[in-house]
């Protein structure tokens, strides 16, 4: 049951501002828009739950109107938990359960990732996937590497204690079983500023099993990461840094506010990465950068926009030499986690992509560049660019490659 002494929706003054930046709102009519899902129905769903209505389900929870709304109000929390509140669900999802157990399913597809990733792009399981599972057959997804980042970093753990200066990664799911290069990338670039690195045994952030509605599990989560992050972070003294923008939201903003659970030992110390750099590199902790001349555009990820991140991001990219950066204006990719994946939802999630494609292709860049691992997957699947993470750049620039 919704709280009664959560009470944030009566501040808002109904000015519709987080309607008109809603990407769903603006594609579809079955999403009334943020304001009438949100503040005002919460009002009737607590005198009767019975007024829930279908609409709720196709709030994406990207946040921009959080991120708009003049008076604060956690839109988008009041809906989630409106949604997985009241809603009625099957005793068991199968396709919601697989998608949100990251861990699950990635401690598994990386010990056979050959195998996977071709059945992942077989035409007649993706075919069965979209009539069982209703998966949609165009569904791209990441390819699983060989292994996971944090047995591949035992390698490098030695070598990290030299550092007087270190930092605990949070590395996330992505990194952990489909892209160790960012993960590495990482590593270079503080240890060429002289910061060593450390991992703990983490669990995934929760964000999936929130957007899923598995919110028991996403607070065992929670909990697990909170106890191990503090205790490497009273070892190594250093910040708690992320390269995802959704981890890095879900750790600081999520458990606390979402979760109400009591993040208090790490809230101060967990940064994106891109903020951690920027305050070295003001510091004067800036490494030896040569000259990157490529043509990027920026785009930037709903999440990063509302932790108030997306500033620090373009200014470490800014300090790239021979960088050519196109900002582009600030739209939401439509793909949000596990959204994009769901049949219900794919030409919504398809619909709302269509206007930063067509930013990007104006901008006719060389690479692409975003901060979050599902704006990476979406801008790949509708366009011919490839896609990096600022921390990709960064230690391109540092090599010298």
């Known amino acids: 049951m919704i709280r009664l002494e959560n009470i944030s929706f009566d501040q808002c003054i109904k000015c519709t501002v987080c309607t008109i930046y809603c990407p769903v709102a603006r594609v579809t009519h079955l999403f009334p828009g943020p304001k009438q899902s949100g503040p005002d129905t919460e009002r009737l769903r607590i005198k009767d739950p019975l007024l829930v209505d279908a609409s709720l389900k196709y709030c994406s929870n990207c946040k921009r109107c959080e991120t708009v709304c003049p008076s604060g109000v956690q839109i988008a929390s009041i809906i989630q938990m409106a949604k997985w509140n009241y809603v009625k669900r099957g005793f068991f999802r199968p396709r919601d359960f697989f998608m949100s157990r990251t861990d699950l399913v990635g401690s598994i597809a990386t010990r056979f990732s050959s195998i996977v990733n071709f059945f992942l792009r077989f035409p007649p399981v993706k075919l069965l996937m979209d009539l069982v599972m209703k998966i949609p057959s165009q569904s791209v997804f990441p390819s699983y590497a060989s292994g996971t980042f944090a ?48 991992i703990t045994r983490e669990k995934c952030c929760g964000v999936p099993l929130i957007a899923n509605g598995y919110i028991e599990k996403a607070k065992a989560n929670a909990l697990h990461n909170i106890k191990n992050l503090s205790v490497r972070k009273a070892a190594t003294g250093g910040k708690i840094v992320s390269t995802s923008s959704s981890c890095s939201y879900a750790l600081k903003h999520e458990y606390s506010h979402f979760l109400d659970l009591d993040n208090g030992a790490i809230y101060n110390d967990v940064e994106y990465i891109t903020k951690f750099l920027f305050d070295q590199f003001e510091a004067g902790n800036l490494p030896d950068l040569k000259p990157v001349p490529l043509r990027v555009a920026y785009h930037s990820p709903c999440h990063l926009e509302r932790q108030g991140g997306v500033i620090y991001t373009i200014n470490v990219l800014k300090r790239i030499p021979g960088l050519d950066l196109v900002i582009l204006h600030s739209e939401c990719c439509g793909i949000a986690g596990t959204y994009g994946f769901k049949k219900e939802y794919h030409a919504i999630s398809t619909d709302i992509a269509s206007q930063l494609v067509q930013l990007i292709e104006q901008a006719n860049p060389e690479f692409v560049v975003t901060d979050c691992e599902t704006c990476n997957l979406q801008i790949s699947r509708h366009t011919e660019y490839k896609v990096l993470h600022p921390v990709n750049l960064l230690a391109q620039s540092i090599s010298g490659a």
């Open 151 to 198: 047995r591949k970093f035992r390698r490098l753990r030695g070598d990290q204690a030299r550092y007087e200066k270190r930092v605990t990664y949070f590395h996330g799911c992505f990194v952990n079983y489909n892209d160790h290069e960012l993960g590495m990338d990482l590593v270079r670039v503080l240890n060429a500023m002289n910061i060593g690195v450390e």
